[in-house]
Nanobody, 125 residues
Framework: QVQLVESGGGLVQAGGSLRLSCAAS????????MAWFRQAPGKEREFVAA????????YYADPVKGRFTISREKAKNTVYLQMNSLKPEDTAVYYC??????????????????WGLGTQVTVSS
């Protein structure tokens, strides 16, 4: 069984920064991807960023490129999402996800097997 616990969300003004953390426990393979998704009210859950543990390959959705940075700390089984220059349209619940079976894709919801409960990010204008 795998558990993911997100933290670091909150209320911030436009232009500000937040750092989200996702602590993973259980049977995590160090070379499988982890990712952040987000879901705003009335919208579908969408891909934000992903990282492959061993290769340090990172992937970003176009709306967050240049503003968000995903990273991981293997020793702590933790993934981070540094969010800078936040905009009101970044307001959403942010979810952490992990693959436990190797797949080719990293940007789809169905590419991931376990999810955290989410952390709320609210950006005021």
């Amino acid at each position: 069984q795998v558990q993911l616990v997100e933290s670091g969300g909150g209320l911030v003004q436009a232009g500000g920064s937040l750092r989200l953390s996702c602590a993973a426990s259980g049977r995590i393979f160090s070379n499988y991807p982890m990712a952040w998704f987000r879901q705003a009210p009335g919208k579908e859950r969408e891909f934000v960023a992903a990282i492959k543990w061993s290769a340090d390959d990172t992937y970003y959705a176009d709306p967050v490129k240049g503003r968000f940075t995903i990273s991981r700390e293997k020793a702590k089984n933790t993934v981070y999402l540094q969010m800078n220059s936040l905009k009101p349209e970044d307001t959403a619940v942010y979810y952490c996800a992990v693959q436990t079976a190797l797949r080719l894709g990293v940007r789809g919801k169905n590419d991931y097997d376990y999810w955290g409960l989410g952390t709320q990010v609210t950006v005021s204008s």
